[in-house]
């Protein structure tokens, strides 16, 4: 249950039980109704501001409203008190025996526990990393990879239908180039001294065992064919290698796709594929031939003083009009992306989410100009730039990585600090913001270090109940049994406890709207923090210890609570996509 969304109803009702009329005698407006925590908790559990957005409109002073809406609502069975304060918030404080019958429903629902039905019978597609094939993966590709698979498992988790797109760039120069690059490492396997990588090729040694395999599958005859052939098969063989390298990447990262789709695919058949998307909008008013004005500053790559085959792109929101097809006849790398698009909405997406490098910010208005163009504005297109990612070592700046030879490789961060540490790391902070990355902060086990922080709350939570078997002789304690027992909480740091679980069905819902899931990282390591303060407590009074011999009612109680943080932090953890440890060492 979101019971702020219950509440919220609960506020609703109470509002009509007032029978307020608005002074112009139209209908009340609750759409600013809103039902949320109190950002100070001492004042309650909920807290609403429906006299102050009401009061206007009926005439009435707001902390009178307030204090009549409250009247009505501390007539609520569940609500422990309703009081008024500033300039009419209504806070409630709920009872015990609510908050008891909640964790009662975390312990039934388990796992699925937060789950929502909010994204039900909608389609989201999210295309996140899309690195291009030329090598392995690298750091600045981490951030956005992280936070496309995080968010795409809220997503799903929050009930949308959601499809992990991966865009392989495997057409245009940079291909070529690695063509080229990887017929350098094909003459070097054959025995010729190469010298130095000429500038302009890819430089790293990853690159040599592609030219090994096609020396190996070859030999010579590569040398002996005409050049277009030759760098063909040079172009096919990197770009599988290549792939299968990221993938294995990815994989490491615990992050995966549903679709790879690849650019060539568009340019096959002569680009018929990009021919009937430009026909499309054409067909709809958004093609016309003409000049461009060159760009202020600088001159762009796809600029020509010549007539092209522009987009409208202004006419739908973008700041200049975009080229398809240049004076020549060859397509822009933008009409690819026009026909990329119009596949996803032929696949019946309703909404589209780019996540994107910080670099690519002048890539926004147009995609969302397209969006629109091709859809008629049906389409609704989100891009979620990420920000770059420093990498330090004891607050020095760390060093490229000699194997990749210009960049840190994702692999390396991985095989340092471990899987879980950099997923959670990359949360931590808002994606739109710089994150600094240390690699002796993010293993340290202290309460400094976030991701450790919340799985010693997993392994803590596994260490209680191998207590709790050892002291009273119990192999596996029963969830119904737990729940029976209840009734026994009424500590306020348990009830406080139990509140800040109650957080998570909203949390899910709300970040998966904001399309925020850096905020289920700051959500489980508050949580962590709450059980940590719980678990030392009892070590500080033995009347507040989770295992009670003497009292197994009791103990069957806390340990109940101590089961819902296990499953939510288990379940958060998840969706972040790293590991709960039952113990660590």
Not at 192 to 201: A, K, S, V
Not at 226 to 234: D, G, M
Not at 565 to 570: A, F, G, M
Request: glycine share 8%.
């Amino acid at each position: 249950m979101n019971i702020f969304a219950d509440f919220s109803d609960r506020v609703i009702d109470a509002v009509k039980t007032l029978g307020l009329k608005p002074k112009d005698g139209g209908d009340l407006d609750l759409s600013r109704v809103a039902v949320e925590p109190p950002r100070d908790p001492s004042h309650g559990d909920i807290a609403t501001n429906a006299a102050m957005v009401l009061s206007k409109a009926v005439g009435e002073n707001p902390r009178t409203l307030g204090e009549r809406l409250a009247a009505v609502l501390g007539g609520d069975p569940d609500v422990a008190e309703a009081s008024v304060a500033g300039p009419g918030f209504v806070n409630l404080r709920l009872s015990d025996a609510f908050w008891q019958a909640r964790l009662g429903e975390m312990l039934v629902l388990a796992g699925d526990y937060g789950r929502s039905e909010m994204g039900k019978g909608h389609k989201i597609n999210v295309e996140y990393v899309s690195a291009n094939p030329t090598g392995p993966m690298h750091v600045g590709h981490c951030r956005g990879a992280v936070v496309g698979d995080a968010l795409a498992n809220l997503l799903a988790f929050a009930g949308y239908d959601v499809t992990r797109e991966y865009y392989i760039n495997d057409a245009g120069a940079q291909i070529d180039v690695l063509g080229r690059s990887v017929l350098m490492r094909y003459r070097e396997a054959l025995g010729e001294n190469i010298g130095q990588i000429p500038e302009g090729l890819y430089p790293g040694d990853y690159l040599e065992p592609v030219g090994k395999a096609l020396a190996d599958e070859y030999g010579t005859k590569l040398l002996e064919m005409p050049a277009p052939e030759a760098l063909k098969i040079a172009k096919d063989t990197a770009i599988d290698a290549m792939m299968a390298m990221i993938r294995d990447d990815l994989a490491a990262l615990n992050v995966h796709h549903d679709v790879f789709f690849s650019e060539r695919s568009l340019h096959a058949a002569n680009g018929a594929a990009i021919r009937s998307a430009i026909n499309d909008l054409t067909l709809k008013g958004h093609v016309y031939k003409g000049k461009l004005p060159p760009p202020k500053g600088q001159v762009a790559e796809d600029w020509e003083d010549r007539e092209q085959t522009l987009f409208r792109s202004t006419e739908v929101g973008d700041d200049i009009d975009r080229p398809l097809i240049k004076s020549d006849g060859t397509f822009t790398y933008f009409a690819a992306d026009v026909a990329y698009m119009k596949d996803k909405y032929a696949r019946k997406f309703e909404h589209l989410i780019y996540v994107l490098g910080a670099d690519h910010g002048g890539y926004v208005k147009r995609l969302e100009a397209l969006a629109r163009a091709i859809s008629d504005g049906k389409l609704h297109l989100t891009v979620l730039l990420c920000q770059l990612v420093k990498l330090f070592r004891n607050g020095e700046p760390v060093r490229m990585s000699k194997r990749a030879g210009e960049f840190v490789t994702l692999r390396d961060v991985i095989d340092e600090v471990g899987r879980d540490a950099v997923r959670f790391m990359m949360l931590y902070r808002k994606s739109d913001a710089p994150l600094d990355f240390d690699f002796a902060k993010v293993t340290e086990q202290s309460k400094d270090n976030p991701v450790f922080y919340v799985q010693y709350a997993s392994a803590r939570c596994h260490s209680v109940f191998r207590q709790a078997s050892e002291q009273l002789g119990v192999e596996k304690f029963d969830r119904a049994v737990m729940r029976k027992a209840l009734f026994r909480l009424d500590d306020p740091g348990e009830i406080a406890l139990i509140r800040k679980l109650a957080e998570y069905p909203r949390l899910i819902e709300s970040a998966a709207q904001a399309l925020e899931p850096h905020r289920l990282a700051f959500y489980l390591y508050d949580l962590a923090s709450q059980f940590h303060v719980q678990w030392n407590r009892g070590t500080e009074t033995d009347r507040l210890r989770f295992v009670k011999v003497n009292d197994p009612e009791l103990t069957y109680a806390r340990l109940g609570l101590v089961q819902a943080v296990c499953d939510v932090v288990r379940s958060g953890l998840a969706l972040v996509g790293a590991d709960a440890p039952e113990e660590m060492r």
